[in-house]
């Protein structure tokens, strides 16, 4: 085995059993970081294991074209048995007799020269090799972008549950100083019971939050190729906007320097790269063809008929021995037309892949500029949300004061605080909508996704 082929073997080992050698390496105790998570998801995720065989396939194309400059040897050997009527070697007659034969043979061929197709088709199959491992690369971006999303939805139902479990002490609390007003008779029994129907809603939005938070656990797992482990926990950091560098520079800035870090925009362009190659190969097949040959043959006749016997067999094989070194020359004149249309299907390719990479870049520069609008947006949302937590806020305690002294009733104190709540649940989708839009921006720059 050369080692081009241990190479490929050992890595197509290495892509079967990565996964379970990462697995033992986390324990269910152990909350998962974002990069753990997006590095388990490359090892485990069907459509990049695709891919590493298409990087295999493709690497196998350009080790075959090159060996296809080299000579080919082959040997070649018959064995026949001859009945019926054979020319007698003695008398020149046509005579009945049974003979046996044998003839070997060893050929080779070398292409010398055939308009350079050989070449451009290495050059060809180099490139698009280097094409597949950068469609490669935006695989395991897109992977790590889907799993970054959620795994900070997970965050986010995390937090959503934190803040309705405050809700709910809150309301607890403010059922007990209701109870002992109504005992004190200077509240109504309605209050009471408005104060516990508040408790009994909170009560319910914790139950939807945690649901809501295991669910996105669930599709976490699930993304990562993780079977479901209910101890499955992740790392929750502190994050705070205000630590995320801003949008500084301009979307037409941010898709300058995409453009050189985007692995599909690379893909695009090398493709177009290849097929010029391409193109060039197929109008190599319009010009002649040289090559050489060389052969060396023997053989062996078992004819044998009275006052005539053979040779022994290694005298015939060694006197019987010829050779022969030539050089061929093929001038392609009609063929069916299949040269002429390989060049037209080649041209063809060429602007498929040039229209292919326009494509590809005027996508990314929408998609920049539509994320770039999103993240101004959302800051904008998440500036709103800030704001109108602290008004809530400063309102609500004022009524809860004002509640303690009963001069408001149950309905408004309870309008306020669900007020409140709800502009804290905005406040923190909209502050995660926000970090999340900026790594998106980063994500094109080509900065790392961790938080």
Not at 229 to 256: C, G, H, K, Q, R
């Amino acid at each position: 085995m050369n080692n081009n082929n241990k190479k490929i073997l050992l890595l197509i080992i290495g892509i079967a059993i990565s996964p379970f050698l990462f697995a033992q390496e986390k324990t269910s105790s152990e909350p998962w970081t974002l990069m753990e998570c997006i590095n388990y998801a490359l090892k485990n995720n069907i459509n990049i294991k695709r891919s590493n065989l298409n990087v295999l396939q493709n690497r196998s194309s350009v080790d075959q074209s090159k060996a296809d400059l080299l000579p080919s040897l082959n040997g070649r050997a018959t064995h026949t048995y001859n009945y019926g009527k054979n020319q007698n070697p003695a008398t020149g007659v046509l005579e009945d007799f049974n003979a046996r034969g044998n003839t070997f043979g060893l050929s080779a061929n070398v292409t010398l020269y055939n308009g350079f197709t050989n070449y451009n088709t290495i050059k060809q199959n180099t490139i698009l090799l280097d094409a597949i491992l950068a469609d490669l690369e935006q695989a395991k971006n897109d992977v790590g972008l889907n799993v970054a999303r959620a795994y900070l939805q997970v965050i986010v139902n995390d937090e959503l549950l934190r803040s309705s479990k405050i809700q709910l002490e809150t309301s607890k609390e403010q059922l007990k100083r209701t109870a002992i007003l109504v005992v004190a008779g200077s509240l109504a029994k309605l209050d009471e019971l408005q104060a516990l129907s508040q408790k009994a809603l909170n009560e319910s939005q914790v139950v939807n939050n945690e649901n809501t938070l295991e669910l996105s656990k669930l599709q976490l797992m699930q993304l990562i190729q993780l079977p479901y482990d209910p101890n499955f926990a992740i790392v929750i950091p502190d994050l705070n906007p205000n630590d995320f560098e801003p949008v500084l520079i301009t979307s037409s800035e941010i898709y300058d320097i995409a453009l050189n870090t985007q692995p599909n925009v690379k893909s695009t362009a090398l493709r177009m790269a290849a097929s010029e190659a391409g193109l060039a190969a197929a109008k190599g097949n319009r010009l002649p063809t040289i090559s050489g040959f060389a052969s060396i043959d023997t053989r062996y006749s078992g004819f044998s008929v009275p006052g005539f016997e053979p040779d022994p067999f290694s005298n015939q094989l060694e006197s019987n021995l010829g050779q022969n070194l030539g050089f061929s020359l093929n001038v392609p004149i009609f063929n069916n037309y299949r040269v002429k249309q390989g060049i037209q299907n080649s041209t063809i390719n060429k602007e498929r892949a040039t229209l292919n990479d326009i494509d590809t870049k005027n996508n990314l520069r929408q998609q920049i500029e539509q994320a770039y609008f999103n993240a101004t947006a959302a800051l904008k949302a998440y500036s709103s949300a800030e704001q109108q937590v602290d008004a809530l806020k400063l309102t609500f305690e004022n009524m809860e004061k004002q509640k303690h002294l009963g001069a408001i009733n149950n309905t408004d104190f309870t309008l306020a605080q669900n007020n409140l709540s709800a502009a804290e649940s905005d406040m923190i989708r909209a502050k995660y909508d926000y970090i999340f839009k900026l790594k998106i921006l980063d994500f094109y720059q080509g900065k790392p996704l961790d938080f």
